[in-house]
Nanobody, 121 residues
Framework: VQLQASGGGLVLSGGSLRLSCAASNRIFSSAVMAWFRQAPGKEREFVALTRWSRDATLYADSVKGRFTISRDSAKNTVYLQMNSLKPEDTAVYYC???????????????WGQGTQVTVSS
């Protein structure tokens, strides 16, 4: 399984971006798809996740109300819509696939290559 993340870029504070993560194979209904991010000098942190077969979602407190995770089953793609972006959202964003409803990086065994998001003030 390969995950290809895209959609990052440079945006002004308050702006929006939509990240995409396309999977090379069909995603099983039991899978959990997540987004993480890693800023320079910091550990990778959880951003959002969704169960592939359901509309259940979970968000980090820092992005709740601003980011939305969604999926398109026909395209084997998960999205992260990011609104009201702040400079502290600047990081490399990674998509990941796992089997557990978890915020922990070690529960995810497939990772995309990362896409850079830079928010300037």
């Amino acid at each position: 399984v390969q995950l290809q993340a895209s959609g990052g870029g440079l945006v002004l504070s308050g702006g929006s971006l939509r990240l995409s993560c396309a999977a090379s194979n069909r995603i099983f209904s039991s899978a959990v798809m997540a987004w993480f991010r890693q800023a320079p000098g910091k550990e990778r942190e959880f951003v959002a996740l969704t169960r592939w077969s359901r509309d259940a979602t979970l968000y980090a407190d820092s992005v709740k109300g601003r980011f939305t995770i969604s999926r398109d089953s026909a395209k084997n793609t998960v999205y992260l819509q990011m609104n009201s972006l702040k400079p502290e959202d600047t990081a490399v964003y990674y998509c990941a696939r796992g089997a557990q409803w978890s915020r922990q990086t070690n529960e995810y065994f497939y990772w995309g290559q990362g896409t850079q998001v830079t928010v300037s003030s």
